[in-house]
């Protein structure tokens, strides 16, 4: 695809979004290993909401990517092969992972999703249980996400892309109306709600410039307003345990507005970014597939020294849980992800030198 602008606003809403997902995470790990009172667990509740984000971030990504590539020949599969280097290998590996500790220490695994399927979970089929590495889940949405978008790349002249997003909402948004069909997992998938981000965030990469630069830090505040309200507001456990409707209508136009606000205010100049942050962005997809691990393991390592209960040792955990996830993730990003992610370049680059 064509050459992308770097937009550190992307990164830093990642990373928050990244962080997000490991404190949700962290107060289940919290309340099952220490003592007393979660400090989480109020707290984080609603922080699995960084999910929302990042698939409105994803929509906007997918059509500023997407500009000016549309019905070009092989600009389909190259969207798609792109895509699918850039999600799989990290994902597989981590998954592979999780199988081998399932083969050599069940006990160190979740047993509560005894059913899973360990194929689906490596293609990224739509499937009655969870992943085996269970924040997989979000990764079938995104590969449902990434095909649907390469049938528009494919087929759908740029002028009408907008007209079919908005096609693609109101599909979704009658198929409760429609007589009841198959249960499957892949009917579930494509009339779910949370595609409704997706398609929010690729409008707004269609039209993010049309908004006035006024707007950029109104935008911001809005938008966490919007997700602190809902998050004191609601009543029920956390978004997984929502319906998904209420949580797209809250968490998902927070989403929205937080990254309208963002690109428009890093356009015209108003934002900047601090380092740690977009540092953070840029190996956030290495976070989000390792932190899992590195939580539980200090989970169990905490109850085995038993830190003295309490508020502080509390906030101790949590802190120093949530360092150690972002230090594993960037050294993963480091070592692992971003060689990954060179290889395609470095593979093209020794052809050529072959062929001269």
Known sequence: ???????????????????????????????????????????????????DLFFVVSGFV???????????????????????????????IFTTLVV???????????????????????????????PVLTVGWTLVHEAYFYLVFAGVIAFVPERFVPAFLLLWA???????????????????????????????GALLGLYWRHIPARLGLPLIVAGVAVAVSAAVALP??????????????????????????AVVWEARGGLQAPRWLTLLGDSSYSLYLTHIFVISAMGRVWAMFS?????????????ASAFACCVAGYIVHALLERPLLALPKRWGTARRQQAS
């Open 1 to 51: 695809m064509g050459t992308q602008q770097r937009m550190d606003s992307l990164q830093c809403l990642r990373g928050v979004a990244a962080l997000a997902v490991v404190l949700f995470h962290l107060r289940g790990v919290e309340i099952k290993y220490l003592q007393g009172p979660a400090m989480l667990d109020a707290v984080a509740r609603y922080a699995d909401a960084g999910v």
């Open 62 to 92: 997918m059509t500023t990517i997407a500009a000016g590539r549309y019905t070009k020949a092989g600009a389909s599969a190259q969207f798609l092969v792109k895509r699918a280097w850039r999600v799989l290998p990290m994902y597989w």
């Open 100 to 130: 081998a500790l399932m083969a050599v220490v069940p006990s160190m695994v979740n047993s509560s999703y005894a059913g899973q399927s360990v194929l689906a979970s490596y293609l990224l089929i739509p499937h009655a249980q969870l």
């Open 170 to 200: 109101a599909a979704i948004g009658v198929a409760p109306w429609l007589p009841p069909g198959p249960t499957t997992p892949a009917h579930v998938l494509v009339t779910n709600p949370l595609t409704y981000e997706f398609i929010a």
């Open 236 to 261: 029920e456990a956390g978004p997984a345990t929502m319906a998904v409707g209420t949580r797209v209508a809250c968490f998902g136009s927070a989403a929205v507005l937080l990254l309208a606000g």
């Open 307 to 319: 830190p003295a209960p309490g508020w502080a040792g509390h906030l101790m955990f949590v802190v």
